[in-house]
């Protein structure tokens, strides 16, 4: 119970954080969605160490930089690939293994694959391989488990 309520609240200052919409309506908009995440995640409770925050908070801010700085990257190339008059694209499906315990490790790995842009996860087997579209499929595999490896690892490191 004390893991859903914390991941309601997680997810309802997140949305307010995005939002930026202080109205009545909206924090309880937000509120029912950071519910319905919880529900539908059904997190796992684990007891909150305030010995482990500092490093939690340090690795969050270092995946969310990674995260920002593979976004930019990759949105320097599709603008190149867009901006092309030949317009250079070899579409196509991969697959990677999520190789996380958690669903909600998991759904956060997705999550930065489909905000990359070039990239969407469409899918997610039962066996925890994502089915990730990509604008250029030779390029997203050449560096696709490398990428997903560091992604794994900075997750763990958060979420352990």
Known sequence: MLAHLR???ICWLIYLAVTANFELSNLVVGLLIGLAIATILRPESQPLSLRRL??????LAKYTAWLGVDIIRNGIRVARIVLDPKL????GIIAIQ?????ELGVALSAHAITVTPGEQVVEIGD?????????DVVT???GAEEAQ???RAMLERIFE
């Open 88 to 91: 250079p694209i070899r579409p």
């Open 140 to 142: 997203s595999a050449e």
């Open 54 to 59: 500092p490093a939690v908070l340090f690795n």
């Open 7 to 9: 991941l309601t609240l």
């Open 127 to 135: 066996d925890g391989v994502m089915y990730v579209h990509c604008l």
């Open 98 to 102: 999520a190789g996380m315990k958690s």
């Open 149 to 151: 490896r560091k992604r």
